[in-house]
């Protein structure tokens, strides 16, 4: 039923089971993927990916350039120039982090570069709280990034591979960001399978270099201007490789699972098929959610959750697929949406897909909390009507109902 | 009434600032006017437009202006590469143009002849005013004088709030070309003739002769591959030019060095020595196909060799 675990004997790499954390899975992943240039700038709570990635250079386990840039800004910035060049790159941030590199966004996008981002999530300040919610990734959706959410360490590690396939793929050429729970990934020890021959992630994964570079034998100037006749065209070429990217994030995803023997869907089902009140969630509480759902089975209520693996490109078809039959849709959002048409941003977006009013459920801010009792008093006052949709609900806030 | 005009001019001879002031002027006579000048790399001598609507209505549909009744030519040269906007206006409308040429010259350059035109010599009109090459002021008083709009009274209180400086200066030169631009009527009028072109929305910053193309074929990631500047002749953007006098010349080679558009060349010049004998000697000579005119060879010439005279 969920498309996680494949058995062992389908994968045809070895593998090894090791103990890591969301962040120490995620380092590996980019060292094993054979990055060629790392800017990063420590920031709370992805601080030891970075930590971990400049070991691994120092010590030469990866032959890779490792800048240690002044700000995110700086961060951002040293790996469009790298990626330009044509070299495999990788940045990682969080929060404040995030909004530090902002005006550099964008630029990967339009400049076409395959760089890959991890994002240990955390919320925004003020008040400053370094824990975890999706404020900051949420804040990426309109830039054209290909944006994964995971929920763990396993699936983060796995994600960072996936993404360098598809984002260096010639159909793509777009950055992509992998992100994970704050802490509730990021420094939880895990157990992960990691191929025992490290080079079976770059068979999988192999650099392209076939995005548009600076190149002496074929010279180019790149990120000149675009005058009105043209910059719509440039952009719209983006926002079609986003599009296309759909099929090539499953078709490298269903590959990983052949090669590795784990592969995630672009979205996770679980208990979908009869159901009558569904669960949308992403993160690292999707397993909480799950156990919601076999509770209120016990009880007699058919209910079903779907995770969210892929914001970016919005996989919408598929979502109206998995949940048309369902009666009730309630979403999870893990970051709050100020004054929009619902309070969560994954809230807005499925309703817009699915065409029909949801539940909207706002959870976790600033880390706050929450554990599988709390999701089940809201999934059970939503199935009896005490809820109505199109309204903010929140679990864990006080004084508010 | 609703009159759409067009002002063709390069960067730095105040095209926006015209229409500034126009738009100005009409609204202190009681006119709604909205000046939208289309926004770009501010280059000094880049073709640049500016659009002026002024009505005796209200103003909200900001629509581009693409068969204008009025354009107005800063440069006489910019008429071939923006003949598109000369083709574009209404029959019957007004083609106003500064240019050193005589008005017949200056109606073959046109060769329109169902449209006004009319004809001052700007530049002359500014650098005896103004000191400056900027033919603004007195493109706004031709203007004033075919279209009865705005009033010379206005037009100086607009220089008031828009320039806020030498206003004498340029209301005097403003008054000259009232009193001397050239109108010639058309030979003949067919109103209800469509104008021959429009200008294109999409052609904002287009003054050559690109290709558009869909998105499918711009190159990925606005990547822009290796080209030449041979096409790009910069010949056009000239007001003056330089002239040597070889005789002066000592062949230092400073004009050369600062020449900022490559535009001075060395070239064999054959000369007559003191018996009589001809016999070739280097020489300094400018490539007018790209000098743009900015006179730094004048300029560093420690002899004086260069000078820079009016091409009209
Ligand atoms: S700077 Fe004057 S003297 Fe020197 S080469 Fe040029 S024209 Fe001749
Ligand atoms: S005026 Fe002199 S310096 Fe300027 S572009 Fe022409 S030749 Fe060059």
């Known amino acids: ?401 | 009434m609703r009159v759409e005009t067009v002002w063709l001019g390069r960067g730095g001879q105040g095209i926006v600032t015209a229409t500034y002031i126009v738009a100005n002027a009409s609204i202190i006579d009681g006119f709604y006017a909205i000046a939208n000048p289309e926004f770009g790399a501010e280059r000094r001598g880049a073709p640049v437009k500016a659009f002026l609507t002024i009505s005796k209505e209200p103003i909200e549909d900001q629509e581009p202006v693409k068969t204008p009744d009025v354009v107005v030519v800063f440069d006489d040269k910019l008429i071939d590469s923006m003949r598109f906007a000369i083709d574009a206006v209404k029959p019957g409308g007004y083609v106003i143009i500064n240019t050193g040429k005589s008005p017949e010259e200056a109606k073959k350059l046109v060769g329109r002849d169902d449209v006004y035109l009319v004809v001052l010599d700007a530049i002359d009109i500014a650098r005896r005013h103004v000191k400056l090459d900027v033919p603004n002021g007195p493109l706004a008083g031709a203007f004033s004088k075919v279209m009865g709009f705005p009033t010379l009274e206005s037009i100086k209180q607009a220089f008031e709030t828009q320039l806020g400086k030498a206003v004498e200066q340029n209301f005097a030169a403003t008054k000259e070309a009232y009193e001397k631009a050239v109108v010639i009527p058309p030979a003949r009028v067919d109103a209800s003739a469509k104008p021959k072109g429009i200008i294109s929305t999409t052609s904002a910053f287009l003054t050559g002769p690109y290709e558009i193309v869909g998105w499918r074929e711009v190159n990925k990631a606005g990547a822009v591959f290796p080209g030449t500047s041979l096409l790009y002749t910069t010949g056009g953007w000239r007001i003056d030019k330089p002239v040597i006098d070889h005789s002066k010349c000592i062949m230092c080679r400073k004009c050369w060095l600062y020449c900022p558009d490559d535009a001075i060349v060395e070239a064999w010049r054959e000369v007559e020595g003191p018996r009589g004998r001809r016999f070739r000697m280097k020489a300094i000579d400018f490539d007018y196909q790209y000098c743009k005119g900015c006179g730094v060879c004048a300029e560093v010439c420690p002899t004086g060799a260069i000078q820079m005279v009016r091409e009209l």
């Open chain 1, 1 to 401: 039923m969920t498309a996680q675990l494949v058995a062992p004997k389908e994968r045809k790499v070895a593998q090894k089971r090791i103990a890591l954390t969301g962040n120490h899975a995620v380092a590996l992943a980019v060292k094993m993927a054979r990055v060629e240039v790392i800017a990063a700038y420590p920031i709370t709570p992805q601080t030891p990916v970075v930590e971990r990635l400049a070991e691994y250079v120092n010590n030469g386990e990866l032959d890779a350039e490792y800048i240690p840039v002044e700000s995110e800004h700086s961060a951002m910035s040293a790996v469009i120039g790298a990626s330009a060049m044509g070299a495999r790159t990788f940045t990682e941030t969080s929060s404040q982090g995030l909004y530090h590199m902002y005006e550099n966004l964008p630029i990967a996008v339009g400049l076409r570069l395959p760089v890959v981002m991890g994002m240990a999530v955390r919320t925004i300040s003020a008040p400053i709280n370094v824990w975890g919610d999706y404020s900051d990734v949420m804040a990426m959706r309109e830039l054209g990034w290909i944006i994964y959410v995971t929920q763990s360490a396993q699936e983060a590690f796995d994600t960072v591979i996936q993404a360098y396939r598809v984002a260096e793929d010639s159909r793509v050429h777009l950055p992509a960001v992998v992100a994970y729970d704050g802490f509730w990934t990021s420094h939880v020890l895990q157990p992960l399978d990691v191929p025992e021959d490290e080079e079976e992630v770059v068979r999988y994964a192999p650099i392209t270099r076939s995005w548009v570079k600076l190149d002496v034998d074929n010279p180019a100037q790149l990120g000149a201007v675009g005058t009105p006749e043209w910059y719509w065209e440039i952009r719209w070429q983006a926002v079609e490789a986003l599009r296309t990217s759909l099929k090539v994030i499953q078709e490298a995803d269903e590959e990983y699972g052949k090669v590795f023997g784990r592969s995630y869907g672009i979205l996770t089902p679980y208990r979908l098929e009869d159901a009558e009140l569904a669960i949308v969630a992403y993160g690292s509480i999707f397993g909480i959610v799950k156990k919601v759902v076999d509770r209120l089975r016990r009880e007699g209520v058919r209910s079903g959750a779907l995770k969210l693996r892929v914001l970016r490109p919005w996989p919408g078809d598929m979502i109206k697929k998995l949940l048309e039959h369902v009666d009730k849709v309630a979403v999870i959002d893990r970051a709050i949406n100020h004054g929009g048409p619902l309070y969560g941003p994954m809230a807005v977006e499925i309703a817009a897909t699915i065409q029909k009013p949801v539940y909207n459920v706002l959870a976790t801010i600033g880390m706050r909390a929450i554990d599988s009792d709390m999701i089940y008093d809201a999934a059970v006052k939503i199935h009896r009507g005490l809820w109505a949709p199109n309204t903010p609900y929140t679990v864990g806030l006080r004084g508010y109902e």
